[in-house]
């Protein structure tokens, strides 16, 4: 963690790696988001994977599903659903970099599913994590909640990559995506109204005091929520409300001056055509396309190419 830290710290503006908002209490404050009127991702994915899923899973069969980022598992369950519904013994993979998450996901999804394996794994996926091989063929990888829109390019292509590397002909990758669209609708989703957003934000500053034992104060930087409609992403800050000085023992005294950001999150929007042009970068193909009525959300299933 210090280690990123320097580095981020090192840059201008000054960045944080976002997996750091995700304590206990960063990741509720997450759960709450994914309930706010402004912040439409969640419960549209949610109804796509409901009108979707039943008919993909029926037609095609996975043995083994594999989910980065599984979290509390809660939208999981439609796959699992699909998968046990004959019956059937199914392997499910949930990949966190939370321990205590994933061990209570699997305690509840062992006694919820009596034909499920959980072999749950705890691994940063933003790093250079193996995937499990031996897995029951064919095999469901999902990456959902847009969570992919948290990295650069060259990581989301390497982490494509990495996942496209274990897949098999039969195996088949989901991707949920949010969408481009207009700026008022996005830039509202990171700036509730009830300033649930700004709390979870400011919760890394909180994560980096606790942790390395730095010496923020918390309430000195603001929340900022912007689009930036080029780069075709929403970036998060926290602004210096002030000039100040914090230590962070190991890395030494940084000085902020006031109006001074630190990027703590980048959160991409995407269309078919930058979904296509990153799985064709790590040799995935699409499938099937789904979009919501008001386009706000895509799902996207895509198979291994072998051009
Ligand atoms: C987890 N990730 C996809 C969320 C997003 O929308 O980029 C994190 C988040 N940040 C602020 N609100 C939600």
């Known amino acids: ?22 304590d206990a209490p960063g990741s509720r404050l997450f759960e709450e988001i994914t309930r706010l009127p402004e912040y439409y991702l969640t419960r549209t994915e949610l109804g796509l994977l409901k009108a979707w899923i039943p008919g993909w899973l029926g037609d095609w069969r996975p043995r083994s599903f594999v989910e980065l980022g599984a979290g509390s598992a809660e939208k999981s369950r439609l796959v699992l659903d699909a998968m046990t519904a004959e019956n059937e013994r199914a392997l499910y993979v949930p990949v966190d970099l939370s321990e205590p998450t994933l061990d209570e996901t699997a305690r509840r999804l062992r006694a919820e599913y009596p034909g499920l394996d959980v072999a749950p794994v705890v691994a940063d996926i933003s790093t250079n994590f193996e995937f499990p091989r031996a897995l029951p063929r064919p095999v469901l990888y999902a990456f959902l909640g847009s969570t992919l829109g948290n990295f650069k390019r060259p990581r989301a292509v390497a982490l494509l990559s990495r ?3 274990t897949m098999r002909p039969s195996d088949r990758f989901l991707l949920g995506a949010d969408l481009k669209k207009d700026v008022a609708t996005l830039e509202a ?119």
Request: aromatic share 12%; with cysteine.
């Open 1 to 22: 963690m210090l280690a990123e830290v320097r580095e981020g710290f090192g840059r201008t503006p000054k960045e944080l790696p976002p997996k750091y908002f995700y």
């Open 163 to 165: 996942i496209r590397k």
């Open 189 to 307: 989703a990171y700036n509730d109204a009830r300033g649930v957003t700004a709390a979870f934000n400011r919760n890394i500053l909180r994560v980096l005091n606790r942790e390395l034992g730095a010496d923020f104060d918390v309430m000195a930087f603001e929340h900022r929520a912007l689009y930036d409609a080029e780069a075709a992403w929403i970036e998060m800050h926290l602004v210096s409300s002030r000039d100040q000085e914090v230590t962070i023992p190991g890395l030494g005294a940084f000085r902020f001056v006031k109006g001074e950001p630190i990027r703590t999150e980048i959160s991409c929007k995407y269309d078919r055509e930058s979904v296509t042009d990153l799985f064709t970068a790590a040799e995935l193909e699409i499938e099937e396309w789904k979009t919501d009525s008001e386009n706000l959300y895509a799902l996207a299933l895509a198979s291994p190419s072998f051009s």
